[in-house]
């Protein structure tokens, strides 16, 4: 099953470890690496990560059966043989959702897993009300205007 835990000691990543933790390294910095490039080859992630092409390529399979990347067409051809298949973030696997509550205004916004603003609610921030149920009515207004499954 995939996991992806931060390894963390005392607020600083831990170096080391067990042959799971580093597995989740590895697959963490192929996620990092597809994020910032927004699109590579198998041979891109083993070159930018220094692992061998046999491990980025069992990394990949397992982040592409988790749903968290995906093979998104051929790339250029370099060299002989056959174009390399890119690899890319799948931007529905997984959603982020951000609230900020002011003194003036509430603003809510979900992203996807590529960065992109899928949906935002701001209203003025009610006069009345603890800050729980603020915090309440601006999720549910935001996921009110999220279509879900799209």
Same mark, same amino acid.
């Given at each position: 099953?995939? $996991?992806?835990?931060?390894?963390?000691?005392?607020? =600083? =990543?831990?170096? &080391?470890?067990?042959?799971? %933790?580093? *597995?989740?390294?590895?697959? =963490?910095?192929? !996620? %990092?690496? !597809? =994020? %910032?490039? *927004?699109?590579?080859?198998?041979?891109?992630?083993?070159?930018?990560?220094?692992?061998?092409?046999?491990?980025?390529?069992?990394?990949?399979?397992?982040?592409?059966?988790?749903?968290? @990347?995906? $093979?998104?067409?051929?790339?250029?051809?370099?060299?002989?043989?056959?174009?390399?298949?890119?690899? $890319? !973030?799948?931007?529905?696997?997984?959603?982020?959702?951000?609230?900020?509550?002011?003194? @003036?205004?509430?603003?809510?916004?979900?992203?996807?897993?590529?960065?992109?603003?899928?949906?935002?609610?701001?209203?003025?921030?009610?006069?009345?009300?603890?800050?729980?149920? @603020?915090?309440? !009515?601006?999720?549910?207004?935001?996921?009110? &205007?999220?279509?879900?499954?799209?």
């Amino acid at each position: 099953m995939l $996991e992806l835990p931060t390894q963390r000691n005392n607020g =600083r =990543r831990m170096l &080391g470890g067990n042959a799971n %933790q580093l *597995k989740q390294m590895n697959l =963490r910095m192929v !996620l %990092q690496l !597809l =994020r %910032q490039h *927004k699109m590579l080859s198998r041979a891109d992630l083993a070159r930018h990560t220094g692992l061998n092409t046999s491990t980025t390529s069992s990394l990949a399979t397992e982040l592409i059966e988790a749903g968290l @990347i995906r $093979e998104c067409g051929r790339g250029i051809l370099t060299s002989a043989g056959r174009p390399p298949e890119m690899l $890319e !973030l799948s931007p529905d696997a997984c959603y982020a959702l951000g609230v900020y509550v002011g003194d @003036i205004y509430c603003l809510g916004v979900i992203a996807d897993l590529g960065g992109q603003t899928r949906a935002t609610f701001r209203t003025a921030t009610p006069m009345t009300g603890d800050p729980s149920s @603020i915090l309440a !009515l601006v999720i549910v207004r935001l996921l009110l &205007g999220f279509p879900l499954g799209s």
